[in-house]
Nanobody
Framework: QLQASGGGTVQPGGSLRLSCAAS????????MGWFRRAPGKAREFVAA????????FYADSVKGRFTVSRDDHKATVYLQMVSLKPEDTAVYYC????????????????????WGQGTLVTVSS
C-alpha cells in the first residue's frame, strides 16, 4: 500500500516536499511515478524515477522546479517542489510499477499497478 503525504497550502513561489511511503515494505525496487489531477482536468504525469534511481523523467511543466528522489531503505519516494505556481494546484498521486522495469513507458499511467490515495497541494496567495 502506498501512502502519500506532505501536501498543503503554499503561496506562489513556495516549496513543498511530498513523500510516498510503501507500507509493509522494508525496501522498494520498483519504478515509481508521480501524477496529479487538477480540478476539472484529467490526471497528468508529473515525474518518475526508475527502480535503480539512475533515471528520472519530468513533465515539461515542472522541469527545473520539481525533483524526484528515492530512499529505498525507507521504502519512500519524494517529490521536492519549488517555485510553485497556482497551476500546480492539484491532488498528487504516487504510483508503483511492480510488474516491469521498463523505462520507456514510465510517463504513462497504465504502466503503474499500485496507486496511493493522493495528497492535495494548493498554491494560492
Amino acid at each position: 500500500q502506498l501512502q502519500a503525504s506532505g501536501g498543503g497550502t503554499v503561496q506562489p513561489g513556495g516549496s513543498l516536499r511530498l513523500s510516498c511511503a510503501a507500507s509493509g515494505y522494508t525496501s522498494m525496487n520498483y519504478n515509481m511515478g508521480w501524477f496529479r489531477r487538477a480540478p476539472g482536468k484529467a490526471r497528468e504525469f508529473v515525474a518518475a524515477i526508475s527502480w535503480s534511481g539512475r533515471a528520472t523523467f519530468y513533465a515539461d511543466s515542472v522541469k527545473g522546479r520539481f525533483t524526484v528522489s528515492r530512499d529505498d531503505h525507507k521504502a519512500t519516494v519524494y517529490l521536492q517542489m519549488v517555485s510553485l505556481k497556482p497551476e500546480d494546484t492539484a491532488v498528487y498521486y504516487c504510483a508503483a510499477d511492480s510488474r516491469s522495469r521498463q523505462i520507456a513507458t514510465m510517463s504513462q499511467d497504465y504502466t503503474y499497478d499500485y496507486w496511493g490515495q493522493g495528497t492535495l497541494v494548493t498554491v494560492s496567495s
